[in-house]
């Protein structure tokens, strides 16, 4: 079974239209993340939940809104596209903040064309 | 302002070979450090953190780093690399009630020769 997985692994899209990205954990876990990795590599937060209650948001553009249904769901919708948007997307989980391990997905390829 | 510096962007070593992988941080406060390393396609997977206590961690794979807070440094290393190994490396920082926010260097390629 797979402990986070996201949907879909790849997404390609036009600029302006909106667009949904899943993620579930199956581990129990508390805290739930949504990390963007650019075109550079570079691993940047954007957003984390705990208990569904939303702890960090890390200067996102309003376009992005994640959503919790519950603990075990973090789903993050944008609207808008943007060709800087493109870039890929990972959904991560841990029991309690920075002291346990982050569990990543294996990551959303989202192409704005 | 908090940062993490891997200074090698690709790394290539033989298989068998040792290896080092650098990373210095900058942080304001005691700093939570871990080394994750992604393999093409596939998320994140922690290799080993330092919290506290003893300078040496080992990890999984073989892996350990060394936390030297004089040179504000937590390196990566192996005795002898697998070709199993090659991958993309990323050391990151965090700290205690901080929500769960990492701050991640940006990556190290590591390419293993036959």
């Known amino acids: 079974d797979t402990a986070v997985s996201q949907t879909p692994k790849y997404l390609v899209t036009q600029m302006g239209n909106d667009k949904s990205i899943k993620c579930e954990q199956n581990?129990?876990?508390?805290?739930m993340y949504w990390y963007k990795q650019d075109s550079k590599k570079f691993l940047k937060i954007m957003f984390s939940?705990?208990?569904?209650?939303?702890?960090i948001n890390e200067t996102v553009p309003n376009r992005f809104s994640p959503k919790s249904p519950d603990k075990a769901h973090l789903n993050l919708h944008i609207n808008s596209l943007e060709l800087g948007d493109s870039a890929v997307y990972f959904c991560?989980?841990?029991?309690?903040?920075?002291?346990?391990?982050?569990?990543f997905g294996s990551g959303t390829q989202l192409s704005v064309l | 302002a908090q940062s993490v510096t891997q200074p090698d962007i690709h790394i290539t070593v033989s298989e068998g070979a040792s290896l080092e992988l650098r990373c210095n941080y900058s942080?304001?406060?005691?700093?939570?450090l871990f080394w994750y390393v992604q393999s093409p396609g596939q998320g994140l997977q922690l290799l080993l953190k330092?919290?506290?206590?003893?300078?040496l961690v080992q990890g999984i794979k073989g892996f350990e780093a060394e936390f030297k807070r004089s040179q504000s440094s937590f390196n990566l290393r192996k005795p002898s690399v697998h070709w199993s190994d090659a991958a993309e490396y990323f050391c990151?920082?965090?700290?205690?009630?901080?929500?769960?926010?990492?701050?991640f260097g940006q990556g190290t390629e590591l390419s293993v020769k036959p």
């Open positions: 581990l129990g876990h508390d805290t």
């Open positions: 942080y304001g406060a005691t700093p939570y």
């Open positions: 990151a920082v965090g700290g205690y009630n901080q929500g769960g926010k990492l701050i």
């Open positions: 330092y919290f506290s206590g003893d300078t």
């Open positions: 991560a989980s841990s029991q309690q903040g920075v002291n346990e391990k982050l569990f």
């Open positions: 939940y705990n208990n569904k209650e939303l702890i």
